[in-house]
Nanobody
Framework: QSQLVESGGGLVQPGGSLRLSCTAS????????MGWFRQAPGKEREFVAA????????FYADSVKGRFTISRDNAKNTVYLQMNSLKPEDTAVYYC?????????????WGQGTQVTVSS
């Protein structure tokens, strides 16, 4: 069974940093595009960042551009989201996703999510 498992979430102060990881098991996602999404309480899930399967193409939501960096290590079947200069409005459950096509919306495989809380 294919599975994506996120980790690295937690409580951080405004201006702080966190690095999220998403590790795949059950199959290799090395030839899949990977994305990060988030959902804050009372809001719809929104796109955060995505990376092509080779890693040469990345794109970001405007709200995180310049602060977040997506990367991947195909040998470890893992994708990362480095989050710097965190703001309270970044508080959400963060999900990773995988799909054969790179996009900001359609993904076939999803993880269960990891909570990120930015608060003083």
């Amino acid at each position: 069974q294919s599975q994506l498992v996120e980790s690295g979430g937690g409580l951080v102060q405004p201006g702080g940093s966190l690095r999220l990881s998403c590790t795949a098991s059950g199959r290799s996602f090395s030839r899949y595009a990977m994305g990060w999404f988030r959902q804050a309480p009372g809001k719809e899930r929104e796109f955060v960042a995505a990376i092509s399967w080779i890693g040469g193409t990345t794109f970001y939501a405007d709200s995180v551009k310049g602060r977040f960096t997506i990367s991947r290590d195909n040998a470890k079947n893992t994708v990362y989201l480095q989050m710097n200069s965190l703001k309270p409005e970044d508080t959400a459950v963060y999900y990773c996703a995988a799909d054969r096509r790179l996009s900001a919306d359609k993904y076939d495989y999803w993880g269960q999510g990891t909570q990120v809380t930015v608060s003083s």
